[in-house]
């Protein structure tokens, strides 16, 4: 399924969006465990490995908590190079400050961005939307 911008920032904190970008921007991959004939676990894997035994529903919520919104920008300027420019302008749309002229004060404000925002930042910017 391809997003559009409006899909993604019509997003709200939650499964959907933590989905999105621990796939598309983590890289992660959902696998169910069996914990027995009747019930699973969904757990993320990348590169066949699992992530640090983190089951996505209860524990990783990147749009929910700073931290993780915070190892989503790391790994998205790290994974994706190139696309810090386009991370800050995406940043930019979703708190609103699009349309104002840079400076040091207004950038300095985006530290300030929600997770919720900082995910739908790095989504966009890797779906270059």
């Not at 490995?49 to 790290?78: C, G, H, M, T």
């Amino acid at each position: 399924m391809s997003l559009t911008r409006e899909q993604v920032l019509a997003m709200t904190t939650g499964d959907e969006l933590d989905i999105q970008v621990s796939t598309l921007v983590m890289g992660f991959e959902i696998r169910k465990i069996d914990r027995d004939e009747h019930s699973y676990d969904e757990f993320f894997f990348r590169d066949g490995i699992k992530y640090e035994n983190v089951n996505y529903r209860d524990e990783w919520q990147p749009s929910r908590f700073i931290d993780k919104a915070w190892e989503v920008e790391e790994k998205l300027l790290l994974k994706h190079p190139g696309v810090q420019t386009r991370y800050v302008w995406r940043l930019r749309l979703v708190t609103g400050w699009e349309d104002k002229q840079p400076s040091f004060r207004e950038d300095f404000k985006l530290i300030h961005a929600t997770p919720e925002q900082r995910c739908k930042a790095a989504l966009l910017a890797v779906l270059n939307l």
